[in-house]
């Protein structure tokens, strides 16, 4: 059994007020919730946390300060391990930065790599969001790099009787009705991006989870064999991450609130209260099956939790 943790966009160097939020954002806040990450680890050496998961916009903007303070912040009991999001990769030498201020984000000094975990292969691939890769400014043009693409396939073809999670920044499917309540799915990323995955659960039925960051939303959308989660932002009220228990038999999610552990008040939008999903998309039991009936295609696209 392996226990980790996964957050995404903690927007370290935010500006209060300013940027793309769901909820209130308090990313000046990030020492103290991490700090009560921690102690919410501590309290609970049983779990034997493995590592942390980052899905991406670690930073709100890169420059050697930024990285600076992230290695320190982000220095916690556990690993963490970092799929770049876009605002990780604000500026052209956002790599090279990266890999040299801060290396021990990446395991195997790769910037897509693989951790193994109890019967489970946990992949991270960086989106790419512009025809110059590894950089964003304004696109919203998500995509793998062929590279990127051969590699992860290369890595699900490898290993056909272990269960694979992949982890990517970008979010691969909106946000259904169903938790909404709006009239159209929400946030929806472009075609060509979804046939992506379409492809790969196609392929490859050994993909049983997909993460993804980006939206600041929680949700979960099954699609045939493959489980799409995305995370709301760890630096948005009421702070939240997922704990995720895997086994050779078994995938378990739950989403926890760090709001009891913190001492400073923060404001909520009870407007959006979907932002937090329903009670399946915050968590669910997953029995995996990497062969027979149960892998197969079927094509029942989209299907909400």
């Known amino acids: ?28 806040r990030l020492p103290a919730l991490l ?32 990285l600076r303070q992230a290695g320190e912040v982000f220095r916690l009991p556990v690993p963490v391990c970092l799929s770049l999001g876009n605002h990780d990769l604000t500026s052209r030498d956002a790599v090279e930065l990266w890999r ?5 984000l990446f395991p195997q000094g790769r910037l897509a790599f693989t951790l193994e975990c109890d019967g489970w292969m946990v992949h ?10 590894y950089y964003w400014e304004e696109a919203q043009q998500p995509h793998l790099s062929v590279e990127d693409l051969a590699w992860l396939e290369a890595a699900l073809a490898a290993h056909p009787d272990m269960a694979h999670l992949v982890c990517t920044h ?18 929806v990323p472009p075609v060509a991006w979804t046939a992506t995955l379409l492809r790969l659960i196609r392929c490859y039925p050994q993909l049983k989870v997909v993460f993804g960051g980006h939206t600041h939303i929680n949700s979960h959308v099954r699609i045939t064999q493959a489980h799409l989660v995305t995370a709301s932002a760890f630096v948005e009220t009421p ?12 995938f378990t999610l739950e989403t926890v609130s760090l709001l009891p552990y913190l001492s400073f008040q923060a404001g909520y939008d009870w407007n959006r209260t979907f932002v937090q999903g329903r009670g399946c998309d915050r968590g669910f039991v997953a029995t995996v099956q990497t062969s027979g009936p149960a892998s197969r295609w079927t094509g029942d696209f989209g299907s909400s939790c």
Request: net charge negative; with cysteine.
């Open 1 to 28: 059994m392996t226990r980790f943790l996964y957050i995404a966009d903690t927007h370290l160097g935010a500006v209060q007020g300013q940027g793309y939020c769901q909820q209130p954002r308090y990313a000046q």
């Open 35 to 66: 700090d009560a990450l921690t102690r919410w680890m501590e309290a609970r050496p049983e779990l034997e946390i493995s590592f942390v998961l980052h899905g991406g916009d670690m930073v709100d903007s890169v420059d050697p300060g930024a």
């Open 100 to 104: 040299t201020v801060v290396p021990c």
């Open 124 to 133: 991270s691939v960086p989106t790419q969001w512009c025809d110059e890769h």
């Open 170 to 187: 970008g979010a691969f499917v909106g946000v259904p009705t169903a938790q909404t309540g709006f009239d159209t799915a929400y946030h």
């Open 239 to 250: 702070f939240e991450f997922k704990l995720v228990e895997v086994t050779p038999e078994r």
